[in-house]
Nanobody, 117 residues
Framework: QVQLVESGGGLVQAGGSLRLSCVAS????????MGWFRQPPGKEREFVAS????????NYADSVKGRFTISRDNAKMTVYLQMNNLKPEDTAVYYC??????????WGKGTLVTVSS
């Protein structure tokens, strides 16, 4: 199994920045991609960004392109989400996800990001 622990959420004003971190442990050798999803209040969980193990390929939701950047440090088994120019609609619980080569998905418990207007 893979365990994921997020950190870095908090309260920020619109236009501000935050950096989320997610540390993976356990069977990390099986991880192929890591990513971030978010669940706004009263809404479904949605994809935000993902990155392959090598870091050579990234993917973003249209709503965050140009504002968010995903990166990873394999030596630390950590994935980051740098969030700039935050908007109130970015308010959500952000979840870290890992997807293994065997098709398994693992999730962290989430970290709350609140953007005030």
């Amino acid at each position: 199994q893979v365990q994921l622990v997020e950190s870095g959420g908090g309260l920020v004003q619109a236009g501000g920045s935050l950096r989320l971190s997610c540390v993976a442990s356990g069977r990390t050798f099986s991880i192929y991609t890591m990513g971030w999803f978010r669940q706004p209040p009263g809404k479904e969980r949605e994809f935000v960004a993902s990155i392959t193990r090598s870091g050579g390929s990234t993917n973003y939701a249209d709503s965050v392109k140009g504002r968010f950047t995903i990166s990873r440090d394999n030596a630390k088994m950590t994935v980051y989400l740098q969030m700039n120019n935050l908007k109130p609609e970015d308010t959500a619980v952000y979840y870290c996800n890992s997807h293994t080569r065997g098709g398994m998905d693992y999730w962290g418990k989430g970290t709350l990001v609140t953007v005030s207007s």
